[in-house]
């Protein structure tokens, strides 16, 4: 059945050959609408139909740049390994998941689990990238390049109409379902490209042809990912907000309305800045990692837009706390451009802050904040931390992973194996007087590094939190009984529990590993015994200062086994456990946090 349209231009009724589902907002018809081009790899138009040259090219195993809605992506078949293989290449992306886009539900359901939270998220107006558990095995082949070591695969559904004609027209010419690989079209660490010259100019000889039309990219923005809801009906996580959510506004309740302007301009990495005033937060479509002159560049480039569009003029400028981030310095430099108040805000007070504001949550409350990095006041690397906000929104930190000592550097990607024997020389450890270069870092992302290298699931890391994501999927594959898990009473497992000491439970996944269990029961055990000290100290700390309530925030958490076991631990012990949903639950949230922090500081005191 034909399905008719009238045009948002001209207002001809046309033939839609796309599902109107699929339109977020109304297109113009054929007529005045954009005018399809496919260039080859020097920029020269190519003749014949632009939708066929482009998936006949899909089919043949050759890679195509598409404009797209944010920017371009670069898109190749998900079943060639030869062509998976040379996108990484060409992206100097040697590990780390590709997304995959499918005609419809039903083609994702031949390659991965669709839970009805799932389900929803992928149908939802957004259309984000949707993180689903790996169906094992796959109903149709799908290369082992695109998410290796990982549980998941990030899959979304097309949200233009471009997309939708060109899988068609792929699934016709080939006769495969249509699975494409859909990434974006840039180098490590730059933006997004979001136009045709800038494309040619900085990828040129990573793509074959280029899908292209006459309307410019008025916004450049990457695909927002999502994680699904833990229960049917949950909302979905972010884990990265961009096209679909930004910048839509956050409403703030009351107790935290925005009495200053104040631009937040979050942390280093996984960027995202807000500007808020009153009860409105306008959280930034994803940045990036804030390492090249580029991202700084496309940070400006947003900030000014944002500017224009909220008319919002900054009078407090928030940043981390970490001097040498370069989002501090350029924090300095706007409080200079803005003759605005500098505020900087501890990193792990910034995360549980940001679940606080989304839920309106009063004080006290207890926060556990875990994640790789983040800088503390006495200059250690922070990462596995119990605070306590108290009314007033001041903080105390109550509890925290035991330091451990390694060369390893401060940032957010360091080598598992070299970790691993930093964390088991007992002699760094006793003797770190002598070793003033060794970083003191009670950092959960850390201790995930060093057991995934111990256990052998990943030993060297391309990218931030590939051997946590290994671990996981290992952990994921066990079917260890839950009686007798961690075997004879007193050993490193339930010391660590007691003592929040990483040094006993290290050597136990050591003796375990040299004992002979396989790699997903000492994944498993090394994840359950996580929950249940984080859970055991956050509900001896919500006992002591007389609180239900507790925040979990940071990107460790967007491990599922980590963050439904703590809901469950902590549930059974009558506390309710709030997370991040509305901003990611990595640094992402950082910008809302600072937001808050930072508007504390102006409040009246009642």
């Excluded at 660490?189 to 136009?195: G, L, M, N, R, V």
């Excluded at 040094?503 to 003796?511: D, I, K, M, S």
Aim: charged content about 20%.
């Amino acid at each position: 059945m034909r399905s008719f349209r009238m045009c948002a231009d001209c207002g001809r009724e046309y033939n839609d050959p796309a599902d109107r589902r699929f339109h977020a907002q109304p297109i113009a018809c054929p007529v005045c609408g954009p005018k399809l081009t496919l260039l080859d790899r020097r920029g020269c138009p190519v003749d014949g139909d632009p939708l066929d040259g482009a998936a006949a090219a899909l089919a043949r195993g050759e890679i195509v740049a598409i404009r797209s809605l944010g920017g371009f992506l670069l898109a190749a078949d998900a079943g060639l390994n030869s062509a998976l293989r040379r996108l990484r290449r060409t992206k100097d992306r040697a590990g780390k998941p590709f997304a995959l886009m499918c005609d419809s539900t039903a083609t994702a359901r031949l390659i991965a689990a669709l839970p009805t939270a799932g389900l929803a998220a992928l149908r939802s107006i957004p259309h984000p990238i949707v993180l689903l558990p790996k169906r094992r095995p796959p109903a149709i082949p799908v290369s082992n390049q695109v998410a290796p070591g990982n549980a998941c695969l990030g899959i979304m559904l097309p949200y233009t109409p471009l997309h939708l004609l060109l899988l068609r027209a792929f699934h016709r010419i080939s006769g495969r379902p249509p699975v494409l690989v859909m990434t974006s079209a840039n180098r490590q660490d730059e933006p997004i490209t979001a136009s045709a010259d800038e494309l040619y100019a900085d990828l040129a000889g990573a793509f074959d042809c280029c899908l292209t039309h006459d309307r410019p990219i008025a916004n450049r923005c990457d695909d927002s990912v999502v994680l699904p809801g833990d229960s049917p009906n949950a909302p979905a996580i972010l884990v990265r907000r961009s096209r679909g959510y930004a910048p839509a506004p956050l409403r703030l309740p009351p107790a935290f309305h925005v009495k200053r302007p104040v631009l937040a301009v979050g942390g280093e990495l996984r960027s995202c800045f807000a500007l808020a005033e009153n009860d409105r937060v306008f959280l930034s479509p994803h940045i990036g990692d804030l390492v090249s002159p580029r991202a700084a560049a496309f940070f400006e480039e947003t900030l000014g837009r944002l500017i224009s569009w909220t008319g919002i003029k900054p009078e407090v400028v928030a940043c981390d706390l970490h001097p040498d981030y370069f989002s501090t310095r350029l924090a300095e430099k706007l409080a200079r451009r803005f003759r605005a108040k500098l505020v900087r805000v501890q990193h792990h007070y910034a995360h549980i802050l940001s679940v606080m504001a989304e839920h309106g949550l009063p004080a006290p409350v207890i926060g556990l904040a875990c994640d790789g990095t983040g800088y503390g006041p006495d200059k250690a690397v922070w990462g596995c931390e119990l605070l306590l906000i108290r009314p007033g929104l001041s903080w105390l930190r109550l509890n925290h992973l035991a330091y451990m000592y390694h060369h390893e550097g401060s940032g957010e990607l360091a080598d598992p194996w070299r970790l691993a024997r930093a964390y088991l020389d007992a002699r760094l450890q006793q003797q770190t007087e002598t070793r003033p270069r060794a970083i003191a870092t009670s950092s959960l992302g850390r201790l995930f590094d060093a057991v995934a290298a111990v256990t052998g699931v990943c030993r060297h890391a391309t990218f931030a939190g590939q051997a946590a994501l290994a671990l996981e999927a290992a952990a994921v594959e066990a079917t260890t009984p839950r009686a007798g898990l961690f075997g004879p009473r007193g050993n490193g497992y339930e010391e660590f529990v007691a003592t929040l000491d990483p040094r006993p439970l290290l050597r136990q996944v050591v003796a375990d590993c040299r004992s002979g269990l396989p790699q997903p029961t000492v994944a498993v055990r090394f994840h359950r015994a996580v929950v249940r000290a984080l859970a055991s100290a956050a509900v001896a700390a919500a006992r002591e200062y007389g609180t239900r309530t507790v925040c979990l925030s940071g990107g460790s958490f967007q491990n599922r086994i980590l963050r439904q076991g703590l809901v469950a631990h902590l549930g059974r012990a009558g506390l309710a456990v709030r997370h991040n949903q509305a901003a990611p639950l990595n640094d992402g949230s950082l910008a809302l946090g600072q937001v808050i922090a930072a508007a504390s500081l102006f409040r009246p005191r009642s």
